[in-house]
């Protein structure tokens, strides 16, 4: 009788011991919850001032007065526009109509020779 009561109390001390375990696990999860959500609103809050100062950077009037102020822009005349006819002529054609197109044979030699990435092309690739 002795060792069934014994037994049952140890039974009795490992089943405390494990709830006051659990008690513990679920405290510190409670605080670490507790501290991102206060990092979360941390984080929303510097995200709203972030936001408010590039409102207030990219306002139109403060940048129409930063333009007036360090550039040196003109109003655009009607007179700045000439008729098409009054444009100059073309400049000669250099490459005659058969010719294959000389910046394109440039590029096609500058693919095959150049590998991109940091990451070197297959042998059976070159």
Same mark, same amino acid.
């Given at each position: 009788?002795? &060792?069934?009561?014994? $037994?049952? &109390?140890?039974?009795? #001390? ?6 006051? =375990?659990?008690?513990?696990?679920? !405290? #510190?999860?409670?605080?670490? #919850?507790?501290?991102?959500? /206060?990092? &979360?609103?941390?984080? =929303? ?11 207030? $950077?990219? /306002?139109?009037? +403060? ?20 008729? $098409?006819?009054?444009? @100059?002529? =073309?400049?000669?054609?250099?490459? +005659?109509?058969?010719?294959?197109? @000389? ?8 693919? *095959?020779?150049?590998? !991109?990435? *940091? #990451?070197? /092309? @297959?042998?059976?690739?070159?």
């Amino acid at each position: 009788m002795r &060792i069934l009561h014994l $037994l049952v &109390i140890g039974v009795l #001390v490992f089943a405390a011991a494990y709830v006051y =375990r659990i008690k513990m696990e679920s !405290t #510190v999860r409670t605080e670490r #919850v507790l501290r991102l959500h /206060a990092e &979360i609103r941390e984080q =929303r809050d510097a995200i709203a001032v972030l936001r408010a100062e590039w409102t207030k $950077l990219d /306002a139109p009037l +403060r940048l129409q007065g930063l333009a007036e102020r360090h550039l040196a822009l003109k109003p655009l005349n009607a007179t700045q526009y000439d008729q $098409l006819k009054n444009l @100059p002529e =073309r400049p000669p054609n250099f490459v +005659r109509p058969g010719d294959p197109d @000389p910046i394109g044979a440039m590029i096609d030699t500058i693919d *095959s020779v150049a590998v !991109t990435g *940091s #990451v070197p /092309a @297959p042998e059976d690739q070159q």
